[in-house]
């Protein structure tokens, strides 16, 4: 398989191989600046990154820009008014993929939206969901988060928010990795003045219908008895509680909120018990990708 067909998690694994080995302490956070010059220049030595730099890009979080004519590769660029290190660190190596796997198709360059993705089919969101890939599975290797939170843990705000330190990612994208992998039934619910803007499932509670669906449908309220709605209840824009069935879904489940005042979302983290009830065997729905990583994903 030549380089340009290999898939964004082929790319992270090949990757994360090359730091594995060279790298015994200090390994994370992956210091993207330094990665993608160097295996770039080894790899492309006629066609590297040769920049990586902030500089203001209203409008967009992030961007690939071929070099100006006369020199040679590729510079890769990050919103400087961007103050959080943990959307910084992933729009760098979102941007590092954008090379790897899309930089023979744009030969201009690529310049990527402020909240990602706009629609998962349309080519331009797909290669925005590959790039997004590539930079969750370089960044947060399953093996490495598998060691600090296992499979069949139950973590709570801080837990997950203490990877995303280690990552130097943004607590959604460290939640969104854990959701993928873990063994637990759980949903992760962002919403905003009452309604969800996207929601991702564990596969085991995906399996027994625990989802939320919001990808072309109107928006979804929140339902009103849940934590996320009562932010006067949050000390610090945090709480969690118990709820009764019937609230979030037709089981009892725990809520663990995070508001947050600096982009004006609500986290929510829904716990279940691991006693699936009413589970039927072979019942598989068609999984709502676009949700997957969806629109903020880089927040
Ligand atoms: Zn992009």
Not at 70 to 81: A, P, T
Not at 88 to 116: M, S
């Amino acid at each position: 398989m030549t380089d340009e067909n290999l898939s964004p998690e082929h790319w992270a694994f090949r990757l994360t191989h090359i730091l594995n080995a060279a790298c015994v302490d200090d390994r994370f956070p992956v210091d993207v600046k330094a990665v993608a010059k160097e295996i770039s220049k080894q790899l492309y030595p006629n066609d590297p990154v040769s920049l990586v730099k902030g500089r203001s890009l209203p409008g967009f979080d992030g961007a690939l820009y071929k070099a100006p004519l006369g020199k040679k590769g590729w510079g890769i660029f990050f919103n400087s008014d961007v103050s959080s290190p943990g959307r910084i660190n992933f729009t760098l190596a979102h941007e590092f993929g954008h090379y790897l796997l899309h930089r023979l198709n744009h030969p201009n360059g690529i310049e990527c939206e402020k909240e990602g993705i706009a629609r998962w089919e349309s080519e331009y969101g797909q290669i925005e969901h590959q790039a997004n890939v590539f930079a969750a599975n370089l960044l947060m290797p399953l093996d490495d988060f598998r060691r600090n939170i296992g499979g069949q843990d139950r973590p709570c705000l801080d837990d997950l928010g203490e990877c995303a330190n280690r990552y130097e990612v943004s607590l959604i994208a460290a939640a969104l990795r854990w959701v993928e992998y873990t063994g637990r039934r759980a949903c992760l619910v962002l919403s905003r003045d009452d309604f969800v803007l996207w929601a991702r499932s564990s596969k085991r509670a995906f399996r027994t219908g625990l989802y939320i669906k919001t990808a072309g449908l109107p928006p979804v309220p929140v339902p009103l008895s849940a934590l996320a709605c009562r932010q006067h209840e949050l000390v610090g824009g945090r709480g969690s509680t118990q709820h009764p069935p019937g609230v979030w879904f037709s089981e009892e489940c725990e809520e663990l909120v995070l508001y947050s005042d600096q982009y004006d979302f609500t986290i929510s983290l829904l716990h279940f018990s691991n006693v699936a009830e009413g589970f039927e065997p072979g019942e598989e729905v068609e999984e709502d990708v676009s949700d997957r990583y969806a629109k903020l994903l880089n927040r």
